[in-house]
């Protein structure tokens, strides 16, 4: 059955304004409400449709005012800050990531009407670490829990969910590990670290990375929220590639730089607006860039019943189109080929040389008489 | 008339017969050139373990080919015991304080079996800890030593191939050589009963002897957090020229497979069944070791 009422959170950001607008776009839900502390930019309001937004901060009882007078039936929560910049400081990152989500479940709680919650979670939750096995799969937990920063808090904020979970058995709960979300549109944690033309990277380490795009971010999103599927799933692209790789395809150049000295580098590429507040430098960002996390996605394509329709190659490939490459693979090509054309040359002239040298040291020829007794 | 026939008149003469595969040094060059491009565009594949068979094909694999054909002269025994699809455990003792057995062991699989099967290594997490050293490991197609990692490989039909012995064979003293030490928890056994594959027993000798182990400095290994710091007779003495292996003779040889899918996947919550595989394992590549050094007529011949 579809949900009636849904409400999405964050839906100011491209995530959340692209989930509401495709909700907002089946006739079969009777109202979307979207809430969030910011009103979204012009661009995503014009895709919002009928979606009705209401400003408010989930960390206060507005939001339960809303959630009882329009009977919601289905909240979406994907509020969570991941980096501090965009939340202004870790503390209030903290506080609307965890505070937040406590203060939107109590409400939820309180409603009979919510029948279901879909949370938009991370696979940061695994952490990253040498001692990691190389595919995460629901079941695992993290061998080494991660300290601080946005992991720790989606792994506070799982918890929480999981108890308003057992006090309210007849609500449906999803929670959805996402990977890292690359595509033309989002601005992600990955994909505004990869805009720097010379991207900095841990000496001696290359991370396995695995990407989702944002189409199918938001596909995944919505077949959360008008189906029916609860408990954990992974939400991931098939296939990886290195980090190193990544770089390359998208025709960056990579600075690797020993550990010590990223910080380093970090204050440099700040001073010099190399980056953007949204890149993020956190030590839990830097040791997924050395380590590298992949998640098993059977329970998506299985259980759950959506196959992403790009691959991480694929979704690598389409942000590709957006940016403009540092070093453009034509130019490789022609470069190799070039090289190639000389060193053609080259052995050509060789084996005319050789033909005319050679051929005064060539031995002789067989005797002709030798071959009589071959034939004889 | 007599049919005409080849009469060979200096057979010492003869051309020796042409070589299957001797690429002109231009074609070389233009597929150095073509691995560069692919290199520096990206363009190549990688799995879910970091494996990346292009950089491995191209430039691991020729680094160690010299010291499998030329400084170990390694001689493969049994590669028929080792299938040519699907899944299997091999199982082999490990020896010579870096372990060049499981780069020698891979090279061997690659080059010498038929199907050209490539072993993919399970290493210690201390591995995967060190800078150049994990991620290089990650491309040759190796992965962390734990039940999720093999098992994930072997239901993929992948070689795994796994040293039980660990640290405690790796960085054992000399006056210990060929004895195999204590096989782990037997977690190797589990992965193999779980996803029903053969277990392949491997012995390796010669390994034991490139970098004999004469002391272990402690301090100096805690220090650096490393299980064990190694002395050889050549090294720190002399330095970096310590560091280059001794040329001994080198076998390898895989023993009859051990099947496991008779017992079901249940069986690898029995420990007793493991416990039992596990020792079998273990007397089988102890005895092909016997029988490896019997058949040994000198350490470097």
């Known amino acids: ?376 | 008339m007599p049919e005409a026939r080849v009469i060979p008149l200096r057979p010492d003469d003869d051309p020796p017969p042409p070589r299957p595969a001797a690429p002109s040094w231009d074609d070389q060059v233009a597929g150095g050139l073509e691995f560069l491009r692919r290199r520096v565009t990206g363009e190549y594949d990688t799995d879910e373990f970091g494996f990346d068979p292009d950089l491995t094909d191209h430039v691991l694999l020729p680094m160690l080919r010299p010291w499998f054909e030329r400084w170990f002269r390694v001689e493969t025994q049994g590669l028929e015991n080792v299938p040519d699809t699907g899944g299997a455990l091999v199982v082999a003792n490990h020896s010579g304080t870096i372990p060049v057995d499981a780069l020698m062991t891979t090279v061997a699989l690659h080059d010498e079996h038929p199907a050209s099967r490539r072993l993919r290594l399970l290493g210690a997490d201390l591995v995967f800890q060190v800078p150049f050293v994990g991620a290089l490991a990650r491309k040759l197609g190796t992965t962390l030593a734990c039940n999720e990692d093999a098992e994930r490989l072997l239901s993929e039909g992948e070689l795994v191939g796994v040293f039980p012995e660990g640290f405690k064979g790796v960085g054992k003293p000399f006056s210990e050589r060929y004895t195999l030490q204590r096989f782990g928890r037997g977690g190797f056994v589990s992965a193999a009963l779980r996803t029903g594959a053969p277990i392949v027993p491997c012995a390796i000798v010669g390994a034991e002897e490139i970098y004999p182990m004469i002391g272990n400095a402690r301090t100096a290994a805690r220090l650096l957090g490393l299980p064990y710091f190694p002395i050889t007779p050549t090294f720190p003495l002399l330095g970096p020229a310590g560091l280059v292996p001794l040329p001994s003779k080198w076998f390898i040889a895989f023993g009859e497979p051990i099947e496991t899918a008779s017992y079901g996947p249940a069986a690898a919550d029995d420990p007793m069944v493991v416990f039992n595989l596990t020792d079998q394992v273990r007397e089988t590549i102890q005895h092909s070791l016997y029988r490896l050094l019997l058949q040994r007529r000198s350490v470097f011949s």
């Not at chain 1, 929670?175 to 890292?180: A, D, Q, S, Y």
């Not at chain 1, 204050?267 to 030590?283: C, I, M």
């Open chain 1, 1 to 376: 059955m579809p949900p009636a009422v849904v409400l999405v959170t964050g839906v100011s950001r491209w995530l959340g304004g692209a989930l509401a607008a495709e909700l907002a776009a089946d006739p079969a839900i009777d109202r979307v409400i979207g809430v969030d502390t910011v009103p979204p930019a012009p661009d995503v309001l014009r895709h919002l449709g009928r979606t009705e937004f209401v400003r408010a901060d989930i960390r206060s009882p507005l939001i339960a005012k809303v959630i009882e007078s329009a009977s919601v039936d289905t909240v979406v929560h994907m509020n969570i800050s991941a980096t501090p910049a965009a939340a202004g400081g870790r503390v209030s990152m903290k506080e609307l990531n965890v505070i937040g989500t406590m203060q939107l479940l109590a409400a939820c709680q309180r409603s009979p009407a919510v029948q279901r919650l879909v949370l938009k979670s991370t696979s940061a939750v695994y952490g990253a670490s040498p001692r990691d096995p190389a595919v995460f799969t629901e079941a695992m937990q993290a061998r080494r829990v991660p300290a601080g920063g946005f992991a720790q808090d989606s792994l506070d904020i799982e918890g929480y969910v999981r108890s308003f979970a057992r006090r309210r058995p007849d609500v449906g709960v999803a929670v959805l590990r996402f990977t890292n979300l690359i595509g033309p549109r989002i601005d992600s944690l990955l994909s505004g670290f990869l805009r720097m033309p010379v991207v900095p990277t841990a000496l001696g380490y290359d991370a396995r990375v695995q990407l989702l795009h944002e189409d199918d971010a938001v596909a995944v999103l919505r077949q959360a929220t008008v189906g029916d599927h609860t408990g954990t799933v992974n939400v991931g692209a098939s296939g990886t590639v290195l980090l190193s790789q990544a770089i390359r395809r998208l025709g960056r150049v990579a600075l690797p730089v020993p550990q010590s000295a990223m910080g380093g580098v970090r204050k440099l590429a700040r001073r010099v607006r190399l980056v953007d507040g949204s890149v993020e430098w956190s030590p839990e960002q830097m040791r997924l860039l050395n380590f590298g996390r992949v998640v098993d996605t059977r329970v998506l394509r299985e259980e759950f019943g959506y196959t992403p329709r790009y691959t991480t190659a694929e979704a690598l490939a389409d942000y590709a189109d957006t940016v403009a490459p540092v070093v453009r693979p034509e130019f490789v090509g022609d470069v190799t080929g070039a090289a190639r054309s000389v060193v053609g040359a080259v052995a050509g002239g060789l084996n005319a040389v050789h033909a005319v040298v050679g051929g005064r040291h060539r031995p002789a020829p067989p005797v002709p008489g030798l071959r009589a007794v071959r034939d004889a």
